[in-house]
């Protein structure tokens, strides 16, 4: 796994898991229909603790962004310019993300976006392109 991927954890699991397969996974809870992310143990909205999967349309907004003229760390080098936006997506959560295969000019806050995956070792990656 890439050194600049997060580790796979007991609360992130079906996010990856669901990734592995290029489905965007979240838990929605079964009281009151709230897409809890990050996960957690009870709903932030209600506290219900009982919680079923969904899976994201992979469509949203942009929410805010930078680009990236010098790199992060030493590894981005080869990556510059990038962008690195948030992108809230149309059930709700909001994802750090990339930005890809978008002329910069294209790229602003409420753009709307939809999800592209790219490989990265044992994971594809959400990234993001602006639709016109």
């Known amino acids: 796994m890439n050194s600049f991927m997060p580790l796979p954890g007991a609360d992130t699991k079906t996010f990856y898991n669901g990734c592995k397969d290029t489905k965007l996974l979240f838990h ?3 009281k009151c229909g709230n897409i809890i992310w990050p996960f957690s143990i009870a709903c932030p909205e209600c506290l219900n603790t ?3 999967l969904t899976e994201s349309k992979g469509r949203g907004k942009i929410y805010t962004y930078t680009i990236f003229n ?3 760390h030493k590894g981005f080098k080869d990556k510059i310019p990038y962008v690195v936006a948030i992108v809230k997506l149309s059930e709700g959560p909001k994802l750090v993300t990339n930005i890809v295969n978008t002329p910069f000019e ?3 806050c409420d753009s709307p976006v939809k999800i592209v ?3 990265s070792s044992d994971y594809f990656i959400p990234v993001f392109y ?3």
Do not use: A, G, S
Request: glycine letters at 0%; a positive charge; charged letters at 35%.
């Open 117 to 119: 995956w790219q490989k």
């Open 50 to 52: 009982e919680t079923e």
């Open 130 to 132: 602006v639709i016109q």
């Open 106 to 108: 294209l790229i602003k």
């Open 70 to 72: 010098v790199p992060f």
């Open 28 to 30: 929605k809870c079964r």
